[in-house]
């Protein structure tokens, strides 16, 4: 008999709800402080509802962790409808509190049902890319063990880049990591940094720098081909694109292009910018996940 | 008998880990996670502030004078990795953890693995605790044996008078005062120093190699220092480090004193050495050996002719100059990490045993932290490559640490990786410090001498460094310099300050040297630029004349147009160079002031492409363009 499964995750996906094509899907709002007040990703509040108001007003942002009150509400009412639950969540070094949090409530309901916790590793596109790799595999498969294993290939495997024009925003949300050798440039320069999922070190790192678009675009080109090269891997399975304020920007139809160009693949994803994603971001970012394997 | 035996109570099974007092009724806990993490940050200050001296008293395995230093770094690593941690919601157990595995991923130098080893097996002990109880002073008791016990096991070759023996005698003296007293864990802590000190001193008596070279064990010294830490046994402003002597000066004293005593005449020099030799204030003298060679030409002062003590003394000097002088068999210290699932750790020592020495592997999950002294670094990076996932890569040249430990003019490592560029132009100094470059040797119209570049190698206090120059005529000086460091060094042969900002783009200080090396060279002349400059005479090139006081481009060392008008020569190399490039950089000298005008102009007639300007302050040059 076919296994009944929940699938749990943050609003950090960076791609749209719609995007994600599983019925048994549930999922919580990071919540966002904007100049002390509290809002939560809505209608209204997107990333593009942020965005403007940093560049407008010049307000400050953060984020907080996961409720474990939203947890606990969504595992409350699964418990008895479902076989198990898998919770994909953003890298634990992005946010030790909700991972801690998290490994408390699978071992509070530990014997009422098993939670799966899969640590992507990854922030924005790179959760949304761990966690449409996860639903391919429920259509292969239901045996828990094989998938829990396939899934930490995955993540390890799993490269987000990030171009980030100002680092100002990562650093003010406390996600610079190494990624702060890159700040204080006279220059400008477009800072590229990365969750790269077969570091050791699963921050925030830095990738390099470049002084035009299509230069950190190769950037993360070349250095997705090192990769490739690396694991001996002749298509990526799945790219994941997308830009925090425009899809459709000359940066991102680039990228577009530097991958069509330069990669073989099997699916190319444009993703969709989340709310609490814009606060580390800030305006004109773009971001590329990898999925070799 | 047993050397490495621990009391019985360390061998308990399956003792099951909880924190605190015995009494459980009055059970609270001793230190919560908040406050360990305080307590290691005051260990990891000490440490820091008595590195130095601790380099100064390695001496074994080999002299290359940084245990201080690799403990340190290793420490640093671990605590810096749980800053974004809330450690307000985890507990001990948790905490330490995390901090084990940031130690092990950080962990350099025999030092710093055995140090990692040692929590290691601390946290594996206390991992298994009943989290709804708090830990008790028996259960830390039982970790810190399980520490010792792991880091004996894992350690190729253990020796009694190193680190190990600290460990081994805190763990008995803890086990033995928490059954006579129920204090703080603190206050046994504190109660344990004197026991440590004791047997600190004796490390001479249980390794010859230290007594030869006259000094305690440098990682027991680095053990002690940590323990201080832990148990707030000194206050900041306090120091212990002590007057001491380089081991250049110990070595001339104690060289002066055998030619003295062996019959070497000074002439009127002569009652001027032996006033200076027994003059030198014994509190001076940290070094043993040498105190005791020091006391011998006393006594033989006052008893002439004494055979006996002149062959001692000799003897003695001969000791303490071959030992920090050793042959160094293999070169090389190298760590890395190496991820495999597949692979055990007995297969993996058995692989790697005959490569070199000094091997420790730590294993945790899949993660294999590995150190080994080898001749051949590269080539076991590369066999590993067929093992697994290599990362982190580290390799320090020992013999280039050790001449640096004996010299007199001694370098203090601070950190393991700077760029040293050497730049003209203040305006590309600043840049290339935004860029990320650590260390700048900034000259005007003299290119650096040798002694100059010696010293700004010397200032970066790095074990590696990276450097390069704007000028290939600066390649001999600097060629002559790195001879004359102790740092390992890579050289990036540079010629001009493009190719440095380029090294800056490439650069990342998440890869090693080599790492950085390869990719930085295969880089360097990525950015396509023209330089601008007004001729000082008439002169034909390449079938260009040129007058004096025109202004005439330069792309690949060639001219390629010239002109009266400085805007019509730039405007004309645009149109000539630029392809498919969308951003345009000018890099101006002191006299540009007018580049925003011609900027300005520029960006009216190209539409597509960005225009921007920075000063640079170059001599040479009016300027450099780039298109990118």
């Known amino acids: 008999m076919k296994k009944k499964i929940l699938i749990i995750a943050g609003d950090n996906l960076g791609i749209a709800n719609k995007q994600i094509d599983y019925k048994d899907f549930a999922y919580m709002k990071f919540p966002v402080i904007i100049n002390d007040e509290e809002f939560k990703e809505s209608e209204e509040y997107t990333a593009a509802y942020l965005i403007e108001r940093f560049k407008k007003e010049k307000v400050t942002a953060h984020t907080q962790a996961l409720l474990k009150g939203d947890l ?18 953003m890298g634990s070094r992005m946010s030790a509190a909700t991972f801690q949090m998290c490994e408390q409530v699978r071992k509070e309901y530990a014997d009422i049902i098993p939670i799966i916790n899969i640590d992507s590793g990854q922030v924005v596109s790179g959760v949304g890319s761990v966690l449409l790799r996860l639903i391919e595999l429920f259509k292969t498969s239901d045996d828990i063990a094989s998938i829990t294993a396939k899934m930490t290939e995955i993540t390890e495997k799993t490269f987000t880049y990030l171009c980030l024009p100002d680092l100002g925003f990562l650093y003010r949300g406390g996600r610079i990591g190494k990624a ?6 006279i220059l400008k320069i477009i800072p590229v940094v990365g969750l790269i999922g077969d570091e050791t070190d699963q921050g925030v790192l830095p990738i390099g720098k470049g002084r035009t678009k299509q230069a950190v675009n190769k950037v993360i080109i070349e250095n997705i081909k090192q990769k490739m090269q690396k694991y001996k891997i002749e298509a990526i399975k799945q790219i994941v694109i997308l830009h925090m304020e425009d899809n459709d920007s000359p940066e991102l139809k680039d990228l577009e292009a530097q991958i069509n160009k330069e990669l073989k693949f099997e699916k190319l994803i444009v993703g969709h910018p989340r709310f609490c994603e814009a606060v580390h971001t800030g305006p004109g970012a773009w971001a590329a996940t990898f999925s070799l394997k | 008998m047993n050397l490495w035996a621990l009391p019985s109570t360390c061998t308990e099974p399956n003792v099951r880990i909880m924190l605190l007092n015995t009494n459980k009724e009055k059970a609270k806990p001793v230190i919560t996670t908040i406050r360990l993490n305080q307590i290691l940050h005051n260990a990891y200050d000490l440490l820091s502030r008595e590195k130095h001296y601790i380099n100064n008293l390695n001496v074994f395995p080999v002299p290359d004078g940084d245990t201080g230093l690799n403990m340190t770094l290793t420490l640093q690593g671990a605590l810096n990795s749980l800053k974004s941690y809330p450690l307000d919601s985890i507990d001990i157990q948790e905490y330490l953890e995390h901090f084990t595995e940031s130690m092990t991923l950080n ?107 006259g000094v305690v064990d440098s990682g027991a010294m680095g053990f002690l220092v940590l323990i201080k830490g832990i148990a707030f046994e000194l206050e900041y402003s306090e120091s212990i480090i002590k007057p001491i002597f380089t081991i250049a000066n110990i070595l001339l004293i104690s060289k002066y004193v055998r030619s003295f005593v062996s019959g070497r005449k000074y002439g009127k020099q002569n009652h001027l050495v032996k006033t200076v030799l027994t003059g030198i204030p014994s509190k001076n003298i940290s070094n043993i050996n040498l105190s005791n060679i020091i006391n011998l030409f006393n006594n033989l002062l006052q008893k002439k002719d004494n055979g006996k003590l002149i062959e001692s003394i000799i003897q003695k000097s001969d000791e303490l100059s071959e030992t920090w002088n050793p042959n160094i068999k293999f070169r090389y210290c190298t760590e890395f990490i190496l991820e495999s699932v597949s692979l055990n750790k007995a297969e993996l020592r058995s692989n790697l045993s005959n490569w070199g020495d000094s091997l420790i592997i730590i294993h945790s999950n899949n993660i294999f932290k590995i150190h080994l002294h080898t001749n051949k670094p590269k080539a076991l990076l590369k066999f590993c490559e067929g093992l697994g996932k290599i990362s982190s890569t580290k390799i320090d040249d020992m013999k280039k640490q050790h001449r640096n430990l004996i010299s007199e003019d ?29 260390d700048i040797l900034f000259y005007k119209k003299i290119k650096p001498s040798v002694s100059q570049i010696q010293n700004a190698l010397l200032k970066t206090r790095a074990k590696n460094i990276l450097v390069a120059a704007d000028d290939s005529d600066i390649l001999p000086a600097l060629k002559s ?3 004359l460091s102790k740092s390992n060094i890579e050289l990036i042969e540079s010629y001009n300050v493009i190719q440095l900002i380029n090294i800056m783009y490439n650069y990342s200080e998440i890869q090693d040297i080599l790492q950085n090396a390869k990719m930085i060279r295969e880089n360097l002349d990525n950015i396509k630029f023209c330089k601008i400059a007004k001729a000082t005479r008439d002169f034909t090139e390449e079938n260009i004349t040129v007058k004096k006081g025109d202004f005439f481009s330069i792309y690949q060392n060639r001219i390629i147009l010239s002109n009266r008008q400085k805007e019509t020569v730039i405007e004309r190399s645009i149109l000539k160079l630029k392809d498919t490039e969308t951003l345009i950089t000018f890099y101006c000298d002191k006299n540009g002031n007018n580049t925003n005008k011609i900027v300005s102009k520029l960006q009216s007639k190209f539409d597509n492409i960005t225009f921007e300007s920075y000063y640079g302050g170059q001599n040479k040059y009016d300027y450099y363009i780039t298109f990118e």
Do not use: W
Not at chain 2, 175 to 185: A, T
Not at chain 2, 411 to 437: C, H, P, Q, T
């Open chain 1, 72 to 89: 606990i509400k969504i595992v409350e009412s699964a418990k008895d409808k479902y076989d198990v639950i898998f919770h994909v969540m």
């Open chain 2, 410 to 438: 001694k370098a203090y490592y601070e950190k393991d990786m700077a760029v040293l560029l050497i730049v003209n132009g203040s305006g590309f100094a600043d840049i290339l410090r935004g860029l990320g470059v650590t």
């Open chain 2, 107 to 213: 962990s350099r130098g025999c030092s710093g693995v055995i140090l990692a080893l040692f929590c290691q097996g601390i946290s594996k002990s206390l991992k298994s605790t009943d989290k709804s109880e708090p830990i008790s002073n028996h259960h830390i008791s039982i970790a810190l044996c399980n520490g010792y016990e792991l880091a004996v096991r894992e350690t190729n070759d253990p020796r009694e008078g190193t680190m190990l023996t600290m460990m081994k005698v805190l763990a008995e003296r803890f086990d033995e005062y928490e059954k006579k007293e129920r204090k703080n864990v603190l206050i046994i802590a504190k109660r344990i120093i004197p026991d440590l000190e004791e047997t600190l001193k004796q490390t001479p008596e249980m390794l010859p190699v230290l007594k030869k070279a």
């Open chain 1, 180 to 185: 702060r050798s890159l700040m204080g440039s």
């Open chain 2, 481 to 483: 310099a790195i001879t």
